[in-house]
């Protein structure tokens, strides 16, 4: 038996939405994996993170089949995993959750599927921590979401199909530990207010297609200004997006890429985010992505 899957880059926060807000992006890791006799894992890995991601029982998507086979009741087979990683590494594009939750889906279909959608959203966010990435790859499109009790309550939408994301990466990483370091243990009462007002626009905005609120609305106040300094030039390449005629722009995730919204091709503004961060002396990479529609697919 081999099942291929495409898991989908997802940015999540979209700039006040903190832990909660996230969209699927088109672009992909593909995973097929092939049952072999005995047990345990053979991994190969081309593209992002081959020759340091690892290749045997510790890797991220293994680990998280096993979870879902023990949540589920079940063992899974000797695997054989191929692993072709398109999104770029601890760069806030949601790689590690396109490995939980590849993972978990490949459990589940290995085992006859035994576990629900809520099941593997639950299963994912625990295995995480937030749900913010994990949901859009797992559900595509356009997610709000948020614990309760242990468990993740969600809202999935699909945005308007003219709506792009450019995405400038850059050259450098920043660990999640360290992003998450770097945020207060509180924040003013009228910070929260804000980001609570700010967060409900651009949700509205996505859902509704009224996207000439988005510049407005993705102004944050709960984390990007305290991860500014783990990101040189974020003000110069956010300022050359909106000037160049972005909808919004903000951090994507944790960082350090960032995010633009537009509804014309991109190509100018991805031009100018790139020379915003060429004239600070960093080197990035630029894509122009559409919303992904469907999550975590087998293809």
């Not at 054989?80 to 590494?89: A, D, Q």
Request: hydrophobic letters at 45%; glycine letters at 10%; one cysteine or more.
């Amino acid at each position: 038996m081999a099942i291929h899957l495409r898991a989908p880059g997802s940015a999540s926060n979209l700039g006040p939405g903190f832990d909660c807000l996230g969209l699927a992006l088109t672009i992909y890791n593909r995973i097929t994996v092939r049952e072999v006799s005995g047990s345990g894992v053979n991994i190969t890995i081309t593209g992002e993170g081959a020759g340091d991601l690892p290749e045997d029982d510790q890797n991220l998507f293994y680990s998280s089949a096993i979870a879902a086979a023990e949540m589920a009741g079940g063992s899974l087979p000797g695997l054989r995993v191929e692993m072709e990683n398109r999104i770029p590494l601890v760069r806030g594009l949601g790689s590690s959750s396109t490995a939980i939750v590849a993972g978990i889906s490949a459990a589940n279909l290995l085992l006859g599927e035994p576990l629900g959608t809520s099941d593997l959203l639950n299963l994912a966010t625990r295995l995480e921590g937030h749900p913010d990435n994990v949901s859009p790859c797992l559900l595509g499109g356009f997610t709000i979401s948020a614990l309760k009790d242990g468990s993740v309550e969600h809202i999935r939408a699909l945005p308007s199909p003219e709506l792009r994301a450019i995405v400038v990466v850059p050259h450098f990483e920043i660990r999640t530990e360290a992003a998450r370091k770097a945020l207060p243990d509180s924040v003013p009462h009228r910070d929260a207010v804000f980001n609570v007002g700010h967060a409900s626009l651009v949700t509205a905005a996505l859902i509704k297609a009224d996207f000439q609120i988005l510049r407005t609305a993705m102004k944050d106040r709960l984390h990007q200004p305290y991860r500014a300094h783990l990101v040189p030039g974020i003000e110069q390449v956010l300022d050359a997006a909106e000037s160049s005629g972005a909808l919004g722009a903000c951090l994507s995730g944790a960082g350090p890429t960032l995010l633009a919204f537009t509804v014309d091709d991109g190509v100018n503004i991805k031009r100018a985010m790139l020379a915003a961060w060429k004239n600070v002396h960093i080197d990035a990479n630029g894509y122009i992505l559409q919303v992904d529609r469907d999550g975590v697919t087998a293809e």
